[in-house]
């Protein structure tokens, strides 16, 4: 049983768990990089007051500088690499809640039960915000796309300074997490 619910849980967690979406040139040898710079400011950014703060652009930079050094990678100012961007958007997404009204009955006796019940769904409809933040590294030898990363975090109403932080570093960690493919 406990062994049951443990799987449960475990399956529960990993099908919330999203991924991110990445596109990379195959043609390119990712080991020829070893520094980069980061464009300051983001390429775009949405209008939304909750992110479009020079405090989100400051996480963001410091986010994606510290995965890049533990990948190995050096920050330089000139003749780098890689020259990476970012852009912020806020985008909008309709969820449906699962969930359903049952009616059941059923009789019972010593070692056997009988039942039955019946369910009707009434799913609520309803409208999310999520950040979407997008990665982009530029081979600055060729000043073409080399690769893109892109992953979305829903955004809660009154959050905080420290949750934006753990937004912005969980969005660059899993956004970066197979940089440079292998």
């Not at 043609?27 to 983001?42: C, D, L, R």
């Not at 533990?70 to 330089?76: A, E, L, M, S």
């Not at 969930?99 to 009955?105: E, R």
Request: proline share 3%; net charge positive.
């Amino acid at each position: 049983m406990r062994l049951t619910v443990l799987l449960i849980v475990f399956l529960f967690i990993s099908a919330c768990s999203s991924m991110a979406s990445i596109d990379y040139d195959r043609n390119i040898n990712f080991e020829a990089f070893t520094t980069f710079n980061i464009q300051a400011n983001p390429a775009r950014i949405t209008a939304d007051t909750r992110v479009s703060t020079p405090f989100m652009q400051q996480r963001i930079v410091k986010a994606i500088t510290n995965e890049l050094i533990k990948k190995g990678f050096k920050q330089k100012e000139n003749k780098n690499d890689l020259k990476v961007k970012y852009y912020i958007d806020v985008v909008k997404e309709f969820e449906t809640a699962d969930s359903a009204l049952s009616i059941g009955f059923g009789t019972s006796s010593h070692h056997s039960a009988i039942g039955m019940g019946f369910m009707f769904p009434v799913g609520e409809s309803y409208s999310i915000d999520k950040l979407v933040l997008t990665i982009d590294m530029f081979s600055t030898k060729t000043n073409k796309l080399v690769w893109r990363g892109t992953l979305g975090y829903r955004l809660d109403l009154g959050a905080t300074p420290e949750r934006y932080t753990r937004m912005a570093n969980e969005l660059v960690a899993k956004i970066l997490k197979d940089f440079p493919p292998k």
